[in-house]
């Protein structure tokens, strides 16, 4: 089921209808926030090719410039960001004024942005061309944050259940009310109308962008039962995988609200054991596969399962050695790609579930990670306080 939705230029609400909208690029992103403690690993090997050292507290969040990915943006529990050249490590330019760790830091459609937003939710933009800061807002405590996938429109969650979303630098605001419990994850639909918005309460959400409502709302018996962790978008934006602490993935059709999978690795280990007392076992990253009927869901006892879509059957399990805490799909293959607590990143070949490469280096857990489009690097944000930047070597390539 394919739905191809057009963007025209009058499809935010009134204050941004002179918003310039183009063709949504890029993959997703989820960035959850990750408590770090002091054990720290003996690094043995360190396969990476360059190490951003700059920071003085746990790396938190990292993602790339999409239009050249050339550029890396890093936030930390020093309270800065850097913007830094993924080829040799060079400063661009520092965002500093932050009163809290920088758990979200990331770049609009375009490249031409850079959004920063601390733990207390102090947001900045800064325009990459002149390395300056034009624009900052004070919300609640930040749960996460998401540009438009094509126009100068910035999202936010907050810990009070409020979704902001702002016009930049114009600073026009519009806001959703929430339920009063943590908006804990949102991502915006690849048609840039709509967004889905996962709770505290395990209620998601999808809302119209244009007039500010919920179009449906996913709770009760097909709902989750414990708050939402992460959401991940198909490409089409025709159906939305949701994961959340009650060890369950839902596959939503967001034309009609309807839940048409649950996808949960405890139910096939209920089957082979009556174990009642077993502690939930949290999904922490899901995704879709861009070219395969398959999707990939990360859990927090190191389990990478892999599902097929057609079939919503367990294809394969990749077993990690600690838990899971981001994974992401190759775009132009069935390779996918995880982060973990570690301190490795693996690339698994999600048709037979082996192990493909494995990269070391970090001497404590991987907090967040992203590939470039060509998925020949990764840049990791570790709690060492470091980012890497590793090559990523495929026979095939």
Known sequence: MVFNIYLGSDDLAGEFEDVDFGEAEGGEEDNNGWETEDESMEAEQDDSELTFSKHTGSVFCVSLDPAT???????????????????????????????????????????????????????????????????????????????????????????????WMWKIPAGDCKTFQGPGCQATCGKILSDGKRAV??????????????????????????GHQGALTCIACSKDGSLVLTGSVDSNTKLINTANGKVVGTFSIEDARARGSADEGAESNSVESVGFCNVLPLIAVAYLDGTLAVYDLSTQSLRHTCQHEAGIVH?????????????????????????????????????????????????????TASGDHQAKVFCLQRPDR
Request: net charge negative; glycine share 10%; aromatic share 8%.
């Open 197 to 222: 918005v996962g709770y505290e309460d395990g209620i998601v959400r999808i809302w119209d962008l244009k007039q500010g409502s919920t179009t449906h709302v996913i709770k009760g018996q097909d």
């Open 327 to 379: 994974l992401q799909w190759e775009d132009g293959s069935s390779m996918v790609s995880t982060c973990s607590l570690d301190g490795a990143v693996r690339v698994w070949d999600a048709r037979t579930g082996s192990l493909v490469s494995e990269y070391r280096g970090h001497t404590a857990e991987i907090l967040d990670f992203t590939l470039n489009r060509e998925a020949s690097l990764a840049v």
């Open 69 to 163: 990915n050339s550029l890396a943006v890093t936030g930390g529990e020093d309270d800065k960001a850097y913007v830094w050249k993924v080829n040799d490590g060079e400063v661009v330019f520092e965002c500093t004024g932050h009163k809290d760790s920088v758990t979200s830091a990331l770049f609009s459609h375009d490249s031409t942005l850079v959004a920063t937003g601390d733990m207390s939710g102090l947001i900045k933009v800064w325009k990459l061309e002149t390395k300056e800061e034009i624009w900052s807002f004070e919300v609640g405590d930040l749960e996460w944050m998401e540009w438009h996938p094509c126009a100068p429109v910035l999202l936010a969650g907050t810990a009070d259940g409020s979704v």
